[in-house]
């Protein structure tokens, strides 16, 4: 006889284990803290789809079950499988990367159940396509850096607050930390040998040490707010990193306009802003923007791969790192191709 358990009692202890180090990563580390706040995102979602839409989740050990019981089981999740993505792409508006992401995370519940639970639920995990999409990311290009770099009468210009968002970005845009990280530098994060700054760092999320050399402008950037703050860099919300990143990149006349697509079910689908007619390059700005920017210059300027992961601290498999591979490789194209359009003249 299959043994019946309840869904959410069983989700609330493996949340439970990950928060307080019982269950583990593959790799014998603790979770952090994002990935539990996005398992718990995941009960959220699945406790209001199963409101919203009359549904009952279970789960049953499938350890002794015959082939019949088997196949009523998978046709039971394919079910709840096509119902929940549909309510997540229809009620929800969600996109490829979110409905995604969230089937990763399931699927990841579904083995615990069997490595910590001993609950066999077979191959149902399977039935959770996890989908994704490359979106586009948004980067400064060298010359927008340089100008907010050097461009004094730009800076002239600025209110205080304004004054400080470009100090923190453009050290951002320089260093390539997670904005986790780059908000949190203190004193003990820097290194003085001679004439020579370092930033140090051991990022918690990625277990890696970095050290990075830094150029004359950061550190002025760094001695301008000495003894102000208990961080090198003003303090300041996220909020407002991400709202007055955008305003200073409209001051400095980034107001072009840029197409943001995602995608539904591999669909390619156009998003339009509320209030104006496009999306314009300073629209799209976000604190990501200084860690893509640093990591994309860096590559399309010719640093070897490996260099650069030792500033970002990406792994050497990291799929996100070779996004900015293959971006970097389109500014490559676009240098060759002016090079090869000055062959065509002389010819």
């Given at each position: ?8 009692n069983l989700?609330?202890r493996?949340?439970?284990?990950c928060e ?5 990563k593959?790799?014998?580390t603790?979770f ?18 199963c409101i919203?839409?009359?549904t009952?989740?279970r789960?049953?050990?499938?350890l ?9 089981e ?14 997540m792409y ?6 490829d990367?979110?409905?995604?992401a ?10 615990y ?6 609950i066999?639920?077979?191959s149902?995990?399977?039935?959770f ?14 010359e ?11 800076s002239k210009?600025?209110?205080?607050r304004?004054?400080k ?14 904005v986790s ?8 994060n ?5 004439n020579?700054?370092?930033?140090k760092?051991?990022?918690k ?11 004359d402008y ?5 001695k ?8 090198l860099?003003?303090?300041i919300?996220?909020?407002n990193?991400?709202?007055y990143s ?5 001051r400095a006349?980034w107001?072009h306009n840029?197409e943001?697509?995602r995608?539904?079910k ?7 802003p509320h ?7 300073c629209d799209?700005?976000s604190?990501?923007t200084m860690?893509?920017?640093a ?17 970002s ?5 990291s799929?996100?790192?070779?996004r ?6 389109e ?15 002389k010819?």
């Amino acid at each position: 006889m299959i043994k019946n358990y309840n869904f959410f009692n069983l989700l609330d202890r493996f949340i439970y284990d990950c928060e307080n180090s019982k269950f583990l990563k593959k790799n014998g580390t603790r979770f952090q803290n994002g990935t539990l706040q996005n398992y718990k995102s995941m009960r959220s979602l699945l406790l209001k789809f199963c409101i919203e839409c009359k549904t009952d989740l279970r789960i049953n050990n499938l350890l002794r079950c015959t082939e019949k019981e088997f196949n009523k089981e998978k046709i039971y999740w394919k079910r709840v499988y096509k119902k929940l993505t549909n309510f997540m792409y229809k009620d929800c508006n969600h996109y490829d990367n979110y409905v995604g992401a969230n089937m990763k995370y399931l699927r990841s519940f579904f083995n615990y159940l069997y490595s910590d639970r001993g609950i066999d639920t077979r191959s149902i995990s399977k039935l959770f396509y996890v989908v994704k999409e490359e979106i586009p990311i948004i980067v400064l290009s060298v010359e927008q850096l340089n100008f907010l770099i050097f461009d004094k009468s730009f800076s002239k210009d600025l209110p205080y607050r304004l004054e400080k968002i470009k100090d923190i970005f453009v050290f951002g845009c320089t260093v390539g930390l997670r904005v986790s990280d780059l908000l949190k530098l203190s004193k003990i994060n820097m290194e003085q040998v001679y004439n020579t700054f370092y930033i140090k760092l051991f990022s918690k999320k990625t277990s890696t040490f970095t050290r990075i050399k830094l150029p004359d402008y950061a550190v002025s950037i760094i001695k301008k707010y000495e003894g102000k703050y208990n961080t090198l860099l003003p303090k300041i919300h996220l909020y407002n990193l991400n709202k007055y990143s955008r305003e200073l990149a409209e001051r400095a006349g980034w107001v072009h306009n840029v197409e943001k697509t995602r995608k539904k079910k591999g669909i390619i689908k156009i998003i339009k802003p509320h209030s104006i007619k496009h999306f314009r390059f300073c629209d799209l700005i976000s604190s990501h923007t200084m860690r893509r920017t640093a990591i994309t210059l860096y590559l399309s300027l010719g640093m070897p791969e490996q260099l650069v992961r030792r500033i970002s601290g990406h792994t050497s498999t990291s799929k996100e790192f070779f996004r900015y591979v293959k971006y970097s490789e389109e500014l490559f194209d676009m240098e060759i191709d002016k090079v090869h359009s000055k062959f065509t003249k002389k010819s």
